[in-house]
């Protein structure tokens, strides 16, 4: 009889109009405690790769540098205990999305060089904001100078990407007015 009284049981519950509502908030409850545990692992390797390959290129644009400090978001490069350089990233939103743009600079604030860290711009034509031939344009402009040909600056658009161009070469613009304010003011 007691077998009876469990099975009458179970089949109550299961015929409860709360039952459904209960299993699928159970469900989402531990979907997400497994979300929120997978993102704490993967979010601390997230950011080492991303660390590295921003010191990776921070290398390229001053192979001199021995080592560097981050000060308010800007990377101040050292050489011997000297600075010999800064760079920052310029983030700029694009065609596609956002474009992150490593900017290095000489100690007379002129452009050393830029290099783009990522983007999600269009396959074959915003993606060639990321070529020499585009960046390489930017080595030894003054603030003054950062801005599309077309606006009265010295930066040449991608032809077919001009959004794209313009994204870069504004978010530089931007950031490097704002950090050479806080290099002068701090005495970086």
């Not at 490593?102 to 074959?124: A, Y």
């Amino acid at each position: 009889m007691a077998r009876k009284e469990t099975g009458n049981s179970f089949n109550k519950i299961l015929q409860n109009k709360f039952y459904p509502i209960i299993f699928l908030a159970l469900i989402v409850f531990i979907a997400v405690v497994l979300l929120m545990y997978v993102n704490n692992i993967t979010r601390v390797k997230i950011l080492e790769q991303r660390e590295a390959k921003i010191i990776s290129q921070l290398k390229n644009i001053f192979p001199d540098m021995d080592k560097y400090e981050l000060k308010e978001n800007i990377y101040i490069i050292l050489k011997n205990g000297k600075t010999i350089g800064y760079s920052f990233i310029a983030k700029g939103k694009g065609y596609g999305g956002e474009i992150n743009t490593l900017v290095g600079i000489n100690k007379d604030f002129s452009i050393k060089e830029i290099t783009v860290l990522s983007n999600s711009e269009t396959p074959g034509l915003g993606t060639r904001v990321t070529l020499s031939s585009f960046t390489d344009q930017f080595k030894g402009l003054k603030s003054a100078d950062v801005v599309l040909s077309k606006d009265g600056g010295k930066v040449d658009a991608v032809t077919g990407a001009t959004i794209s161009s313009r994204a870069v070469t504004d978010s530089v613009k931007k950031e490097l007015d704002k950090n050479i304010e806080i290099i002068k003011k701090n005495n970086y």
